[in-house]
Nanobody
Framework: QVRLVESGGGLVQAGGSLRLSCAASGRAFGSHAVGWFRQSPGKGREFVAAIRWGSGSTTYADSVKGRFTISRDNAENTLYLQMNNLKPEDTALYYC?????????????????WGQGTQVTVSS
């Protein structure tokens, strides 16, 4: 039904910026909740940011508040994550996720569609 494809990852220096994109195909995002999660070796998938597609309501992890901005493009069914002032601790594989009935956007269990991930590496 829904296919999510992330892009925009790469290698950047600490303090730099990067913009991740998540394009949906098969179905439009509609009123889904859409979020970004990240995973680094030895850790589970960590919540980064989410947006309610219909309302535009956003939620951010404390670790990225003030640095990351999640946004959406309704016409292109695309989700973005603008990452500024990147830190080495931000290094991870970033995943885009979506769910039609997400009641807690912070939890991975609420999402039923996942992208393949895009690697973000921040050097010191």
């Amino acid at each position: 039904q829904v296919r999510l494809v992330e892009s925009g990852g790469g290698l950047v220096q600490a303090g730099g910026s990067l913009r991740l994109s998540c394009a949906a195909s098969g179905r439009a995002f509609g009123s889904h909740a859409v979020g970004w999660f990240r995973q680094s070796p030895g850790k589970g998938r960590e919540f980064v940011a989410a947006i309610r597609w219909g309302s535009g309501s956003t939620t951010y992890a404390d670790s990225v508040k003030g640095r990351f901005t999640i946004s959406r493009d309704n016409a292109e069914n695309t989700l973005y994550l603008q990452m500024n002032n990147l830190k080495p601790e931000d290094t991870a594989l970033y995943y885009c996720a979506a769910g039609a009935l997400v009641w807690n956007v912070v939890l991975t269990s609420g999402y039923n569609y996942w992208g393949q991930g895009t690697q973000v590496t921040v050097s010191s």
